[in-house]
T-cell receptor, first 115, second 113 residues
Framework: KAGVTQTPRYLIKTRGQQVTLSCSPISGHRSVSWYQQTPGQGLQFLFEYFSETQRNKGNFPGRFSGRQFSNSRSEMNVSTLELGDSALYLC??????????????FGEGSRLTVL | QQQVKQSPQSLIVQKGGISIINCAYENTAFDYFPWYQQFPGKGPALLIAIRPDVSEKKEGRFTISFNKSAKQFSLHIMDSQPGDSATYFCAPTGSSNTGKLIFGQGTTLQVKP
């Protein structure tokens, strides 16, 4: 069974540009969450999508956005990149739906460097 | 929003020793208490989790102890091995936030041979 796939794995952008990251969840998983990991702030929740709807959102500015497609694949976009956006962006999927707690399966992440 | 406090930040243990990592939380609505393990270059992976209806759960060398009144839970790694060297995160959550985990700051464990 294939795991969570994130693309691209590494990318370098300059300030002011925008970036789109992609996540393919495990087959059958309907919930996709995104996290930002930095040495200073640790792992921080960005947002969660379930059945193409944003269900939860973290405390990030509006420059951070996401969406989920009908096949559960998800993308996140960061516009007007800032140096502080340099981080590892992790996608996680889970099988459960609303009200059901379970294991999150993480991808290996997309490492974004902003110059 | 320091809802979750994890300690220690780093830990060095000899092979065969016991590693103990603690997590304190504030939100009494949390009802799922997992520990995630992350190796360099990899995403976190669920190690073990507990629900509040039990005070302890053991899976192999890994044990979670849960103290509801103190709002704390801990991870015990018995007979620690060099392969356990990784970063460990507690990540409690509530039923209404299935995909939203509040991660602790992480504990970097080094097990010396």
């Amino acid at each position: 069974k294939a795991g969570v796939t994130q693309t691209p794995r590494y990318l370098i952008k300059t300030r002011g540009q925008q970036v789109t990251l992609s996540c393919s969840p495990i087959s059958g998983h309907r919930s996709v969450s995104w996290y930002q990991q930095t040495p200073g702030q640790g792992l921080q929740f960005l947002f969660e999508y379930f059945s193409e709807t944003q269900r939860n959102k973290g405390n990030f500015p509006g420059r951070f956005s996401g969406r989920q497609f009908s096949n559960s694949r998800s993308e996140m976009n960061v516009s007007t990149l800032e140096l502080g956006d340099s981080a590892l962006y992790l996608c996680a999927s889970s099988l459960e739906g609303r009200g059901e707690i379970g294991e999150l399966f993480f991808g290996e992440g997309s490492r974004l460097t902003v110059l | 929003q320091q809802q979750v406090k994890q300690s220690p930040q780093s830990l060095i243990v000899q092979k065969g020793g016991i590693s103990i990592i603690n997590c304190a939380y504030e939100n009494t609505a949390f009802d799922y208490f997992p520990w995630y393990q992350q190796f360099p270059g990899k995403g976190p992976a669920l190690l073990i989790a507990i629900r509040p209806d039990v005070s302890e759960k053991k899976e192999g060398r890994f044990t979670i102890s849960f103290n509801k009144s103190a709002k704390q839970f801990s991870l015990h790694i018995m007979d620690s091995q060099p392969g356990d060297s990784a970063t460990y995160f507690c990540a409690p959550t509530g039923s209404s936030n299935t995909g939203k985990l509040i991660f602790g700051q992480g504990t970097t464990l080094q097990v010396k041979p």
